[in-house]
Nanobody
Framework: VQLVESGGGSVQVGGSLRLSCTAS??????????MAWFRQDPGKEREAVAT????????HYADSVKGRFTISGDNAENTAYLQMDRLQPEDTAMYYC????????????????????WGQGTQVTVS
């Protein structure tokens, strides 16, 4: 599965951005897979931000973004979104989209190694 992210950029503290991740068509549409957003700062480990299964049946959020970020999916467009509100400087990172058949349904849903497909990343800078 090929994943293409878009929507990153620079924003002031308290502002908003919406990231998009479009998956190439395969035998399993968005309605049958996990989509996830991770982020990574240089020199730090990649951390899970949010995951969504089957376009919205189940979601997970990192504690640091709960109440500020919302993950959603459009099964028809095979696209997952991450709406980021009330952005803070600590949200600055490269954001990566990931996909997998079952990873987000496991107890270790936040483990990057569980995801089989990755996008190239989109930079988010908050200042």
């Amino acid at each position: 599965v090929q994943l293409v992210e878009s929507g990153g950029g620079s924003v002031q503290v308290g502002g908003s951005l919406r990231l998009s991740c479009t998956a190439s068509r395969d035998t399993l549409g968005l309605g049958s897979k996990c989509m996830a957003w991770f982020r990574q700062d240089p020199g730090k480990e990649r951390e899970a931000v949010a995951t969504i299964y089957a376009g919205g049946v189940a979601t997970h959020y990192a504690d640091s973004v709960k109440g500020r970020f919302t993950i959603s999916g459009d099964n028809a467009e095979n696209t997952a979104y991450l709406q980021m509100d009330r952005l803070q400087p600590e949200d600055t990172a490269m954001y990566y989209c990931a996909a997998d058949r079952l990873a987000c349904l496991r107890d270790n849903w936040a483990e990057p190694r569980g995801y089989s497909s990755w996008g190239q990343g989109t930079q988010v800078t908050v200042s």
